[in-house]
């Protein structure tokens, strides 16, 4: 089964500095119908304007992933991480046991376009923790790549979680297709452009719920980016 959740049916917040997208329900927007996705909990597309940002707050229990579209993101927490997030990179923090952060747009001139990802631990009061690596376009053009997974391989970011995240850039007309367990949920989340999921057209900010099936193909319509996770229920 796959159902769709559209761009434009999100729950929104713009604070003039900040315009948010949220599939599934986060601070003041609320949906009963979307709480999250298995363990996904949190799919924010986020526009942040140039030198403003998120000052120092703080998390606990929940894995947190970010994908920046277009500009950069500057990252400080308490654990003495200082790094720039960007196009081509996947960060994940761990905020266990509980970790204060900040996150603001790193030009004073453009703007910042990102996804904010939460998902649910495996277990609670686990050691904070951060990681950050980059993928080359060629690594994800017309193929998925694992950027995270629960023990790391293939060179991705360790997620605490039996979720398995996959990137690609997709070239228009081209097919991939994954394959899974039944026992699986699948998330598919439209970065850029637009395709065709089992026949189900996505564009720019969609997302689709995918239970109940052992495989999957995606068809460009035009050049794509999608995220994908394969996820325990």
Request: proline share 3%.
């Amino acid at each position: 089964m796959i159902t769709i959740r559209k761009s434009n049916e999100r729950g929104s917040a713009n604070h003039g500095w900040l315009d948010s997208r949220h599939t599934f329900s986060f601070g003041s927007y609320h949906d009963p119908n979307h709480m999250g996705f298995g363990p996904l909990r949190v799919i924010n597309e986020d526009r942040v304007q140039a030198g403003e940002g998120f000052p120092t707050h703080g998390h606990s229990d929940m894995e947190i992933i970010s994908y920046v579209v277009e500009g950069a993101l500057e990252h400080r927490d308490t654990i003495g991480t200082g790094s720039v997030i960007r196009p081509g990179d996947i960060q994940r923090m761990s905020a266990g046991s509980g970790i204060r952060h900040s996150e603001y747009n790193h030009s004073i001139q453009e703007g910042v376009h990102f996804l904010q990802i939460w998902v649910m631990p495996a277990g609670n009061g686990i050691q904070p923790s951060y990681e950050q690596k980059t993928y080359s376009a060629a690594e994800k053009t017309d193929r998925w790549r694992l950027v995270g997974s629960p023990d790391g391989r293939d060179g991705s970011v360790n997620i605490h979680q039996d979720v398995n995240l996959y990137a690609t850039l997709l070239s228009g007309g081209t097919t991939v297709r994954h394959t899974t367990g039944k026992d699986r949920l699948l998330w598919v989340q439209a970065v850029k452009g637009e395709f065709t999921l089992d026949g189900k057209t996505l564009s720019a900010g969609d997302g689709a719920a995918i239970s109940d099936v052992d495989a999957i193909a995606v068809t460009a319509n035009t050049d794509s980016e999608i995220l994908l996770f394969d996820m325990t229920r």
